[in-house]
């Protein structure tokens, strides 16, 4: 039987049973089964346990498991279970005792209300070529991410960065003993995740107790509430890593002059050296990450010479994946900022899910400051997720990543060498998912342009880890065992179907909904397998429902006779699910209760068609003044399921609520809930709107400025009637992509470097003019934001009179899809 162990915590530290490459708590994850222990977690959404027997068949033998659960080990004879009362307090205090292993590697914590996440990934691409690095992936910076980010540190590493996040008293603390640092960084504090602190200043107490046992901190000196408690931690002799105003400071700010998208910054280092840097941000918010980054990179011994072109890199630096459409038929994946072993694997992972039907292709530059080991990790990964092409650029990749030798592969010397050969047609892609990841130095950004899909510069950025959050809340609203099907209807409401459909499935959502038969066939075609309703399936492609297994609608006794001709002439033998609509009041499709007997008599009469559910359209889900006629809906389907269920002699799944319905109506659940503009962080009911984030950013270029005199027209039709000398930004974006002619005449604002301008003149075809006046820190290029947050397109769609559902559904396909994760 399987060896469990059920000693206190305390004295399962020292045990062999933690030699292992890696610990994990999430299943979609291992990649190396026989060197990896996993945490059992159990969460709101999912509970690890479930997945023990799936981890022990794909060859996990390690685990550790809550005690309140009762498990068969007799069923997993080769595993070893370490049990304890509290698995992520354990996880905690075996992370910090591996810790005490590496005591002598510099390990920079950083805290703060915002911007941990930017200014680590910024620290570390500065000294990303002077330094073997690690950093914590992603944003793993709570009470789990913290110890699966500090468990790889060895003492290989020069030096490491770890995010620190906290939402409560007590637990800093916890933190601090994982991570140990020796160097502290705060960002700022403000009201982001106070809701646990009963002030401000209690909250920026515990944040600072990261720093304990740190020798020094680094912070801006004219945040005035961090710099008095800093103060008062000087009886511990740290040293302060200050950056400001004052002569006191390590990094002094002499002055800041802005210029056309840029900053020119005076500084004075250590009290006596005197330079300028020219950065690429002119907005205070990334002025203030920046001087955080680069006194970090001075602290940690960055040479001061180098510091301008590194600086200079943080240009426009991403910091999420994204994906977006190649050309021939690819999947082009950027992560091209770094390319640190963690986030290589983060970024592999990404490539499965999105490479079903193509080939797998990584475009990876060399390791900066990496070891032998790496690169064995890195083959590791190619080969454990099926990479079948590779192509490495950097005067080193070959001779480390020779074990390939079985995987379509070639290698350059530098980017320039890649991009010649993809432009002469040396390198070749057709029908492929292509992850692009690289060290800044190699500037793989121009490899992306070369393989994106060219159109021009509107884009709508889908964020998936804002749909994630969204998803995981409206689970959060669930009872025990109730079902979410996710509609995916009109191209996934105008975001993208496929993409959303691979993040559902991924996340193990348990239904889809499409409106039509076409797109249950392209996300069949596109790998996804669940069970996938389709709310308007037309009987010419009732073949197509049979060959890719969709189940259809059925809303009339027509409709369901016509679906029996048809499958008594194909002569099918198996069972055919089908999905019965009750018109309860929406008055739209479905049956009406006093033909539900009729229909259950032809059920009866061919039992070859299974109801799989018996389902119904809220009518006014999100209308206070509705309540009853909402309650009316509910009784009138449990009503009609009770018939159909007695008279079948089994029990089809129910379902009525939508996303306002989940929201506003929790007892009204019954066996399945559908969850539709919810998902894209969308409450029409604002019931729960406080929870959600918006997923959708709808963004465009400026083509051209130029300048006009007073009384100057713009525009077609000379609508636009300058009342002064000013410039007129051209836009990329007109009403082909779906900013509609209602918007111009000065009666919508667009967002360009954080200022608002009005349209002017008519909105043409594929241009829209704004009026710039005479800002002097707007180019050609610069990005344009329509919306970007639920306010933004609550006003959009009240300044198009219409609802933020056909906002999403009218943009053009024309408009570029592009999908971000951290």
């Known amino acids: 039987m399987g060896i469990h162990i059920q000693k206190s ?38 509970d690890g346990h479930d997945f023990i027997p799936k981890l022990y068949d794909a060859g996990v033998e390690r685990f550790v498991v809550s005690g309140s659960k009762n498990i068969d080990f007799e069923n997993f ?31 920079l914590g950083i805290t703060g209300s915002n911007a941990k996440t930017i200014i680590k990934e910024w620290i570390y691409t500065l000294l990303e070529s002077d330094k073997n690095s690690i950093k914590s992936p992603k944003s793993f910076n709570s009470q789990i991410g913290v110890p699966l980010s500090v468990w790889p540190l060895s003492k290989r590493f020069d030096m490491a960065i770890f995010e620190a996040g906290i939402s409560q ?94 900053s020119v910054i005076a500084l004075k280092y250590n009290h006596k050296t005197d330079f300028s840097l020219v950065i690429p941000f002119q907005d205070n918010f990334s002025i203030e990450n920046c001087m955080h980054a680069i006194t970090a990179y001075l602290v940690f011994g960055g040479n001061l010479n180098n510091l301008q072109k590194k600086v200079s890199h943080l240009k426009s630096l991403p910091m999420r994946m994204s994906s977006r459409e190649g050309i021939d038929g690819c999947t082009l994946i950027d992560d091209s900022y770094n390319n640190d072993v963690a986030g290589i694997e983060a970024s592999i992972t990404f490539l499965g899910q999105q490479s079903y039907g193509k080939k797998k292709t990584v475009i990876l530059s060399s390791l900066e400051q990496q070891k032998e080991e790496d690169y064995s990790r890195v083959i590791d990964l190619l080969k454990s997720h099926k990479v079948e092409k590779f192509i490495g650029v950097g005067k080193d990749i070959q001779k480390h990543v020779f074990e390939i030798s079985k995987t379509e592969h070639s290698f350059y010397k530098n980017t320039e060498e890649l991009i010649i050969a993809i432009k002469n047609s040396r390198e070749v892609f057709f029908n492929e998912a292509i992850l692009v990841k690289g060290a800044r130095k190699y500037g793989f950004e121009r490899i992306v342009r070369l393989l994106e899909k060219k159109v021009h510069g509107t884009k709508l950025e889908i964020n998936l880890n804002a749909i994630t959050k969204n998803l995981n809340y409206y689970r959060s609203l669930l009872k025990p065992k109730v079902k979410m099907m996710v509609m995916l ?25 499409v409106a039509y038969t076409d ?10 397998h669940l069970p996938i309703m389709v709310l308007n399936p037309e009987p010419n492609f009732y073949e197509r429902l049979l060959e890719y297994d ?72 999100d209308d206070n003044s509705e309540k009853s006629f909402t309650k009316h809906q509910f009784e009138l389907l449990k009503k009609a399921s009770k018939f159909i269920e007695e008279k079948l002699e089994y029990k089809p799944l129910q379902h009525i609520l939508n996303s306002s319905g989940l929201a506003k109506y929790n007892d009204f659940q019954l066996d399945m809930v559908r969850l539709g503009l919810g998902l894209y962080g969308i409450d029409s009911s604002c019931t729960v709107q406080n929870h959600l984030e918006l997923a959708l950013k709808l963004t465009t270029t400026v083509a051209q400025i ?8 713009i525009g077609y039709g000379r ?46 075809m594929d241009m829209t003019m704004v009026d710039v006046g005479e800002s002097v820190d707007i180019s050609e290029e610069n990005e344009v934001i329509i919306f970007e947050s639920f306010d933004d397109l609550k006003k959009y769609a009240v300044f198009l009179e219409t609802i933020p559902y056909e906002v999403l559904t009218s943009i053009s396909n024309r408009v570029k899809r592009i999908y971000v994760s951290e």
Request: proline share 2%.
């Open 9 to 46: 915590d305390q004295d399962i530290l020292k045990s062999d049973f933690w030699k292992k490459k890696y610990i994990q708590i999430d299943s979609r994850q291992v990649v190396e089964p026989d060197q990896t222990i996993f945490f059992c977690i159990k969460g709101k959404y999912f």
């Open 77 to 107: 004879p080769t595993a070893t279970f370490v049990v304890s009362a509290d698995p992520v307090k354990l996880m905690q205090e075996v992370a910090a005792e591996r810790r005490k292993e590496t005591i002598g590697v510099p390990v």
């Open 169 to 262: 008293p007590g637990e800093m603390e916890k933190l601090q003993r994982v991570i140990q640092p020796t160097h502290g960084l705060i960002t700022n504090i403000g009201s982001a995740h106070s809701e646990g602190f009963i002030s401000l200043e209690q909250k920026l107490d515990e944040k600072l107790k990261l720093f304990k046992n740190s020798k020094g901190i680094i912070f801006n000196s004219d945040n005035k509430i961090i710099s008095d408690a800093i103060n008062k931690l000087t009886e511990n002799e740290k040293i302060k890593y200050s950056w400001g105003k004052g002569q006191e400071n390590f990094l002094q700010v002499l002055s800041i002059r802005k210029e056309k998208s840029k």
């Open 489 to 513: 209807k009109a191209f996934g409401y105008g975001v993208g179907s496929v993409e959303l459909a691979k993040l559902l499935q991924y996340h193990q959502v348990n239904y889809i909904g």
């Open 519 to 528: 797109e249950g066939v392209e996300l069949r075609k596109s790998g996804i």
């Open 550 to 621: 969709l189940e259809p609608e059925v809303y009339s006794l027509k409709q369901l006779n016509d679906l029996i001709y048809f499958l008594k002439r194909r002569k099918e033998e198996s069972k055919f699910k089908i999905h019965l609509n009750i018109d309860t009041g929406m008055h739209r499709m479905g049956f009406e209760f006093g033909e539900i007997k009729a229909v259950v008599e032809v059920l009866l009469e061919n039992k070859e068609i299974v109801v799989i559910s018996v389902f119904s359209h809220l009518a006014a889900a």
């Open 706 to 713: 130029k300048s006009y005199k007073k009384n100057e027209t």
């Open 719 to 764: 609508m636009g009637k300058l009342n002064k000398d000013s410039k007129v930004a051209t836009l990329n974006i007109g009403y082909a992509d779906g900013f509609l002619r209602k918007l111009g005449n000065g009666i919508f604002k667009v967002k360009i470097n954080e200022s608002y301008y009005s349209t002017i003149g008519n909105i043409c």
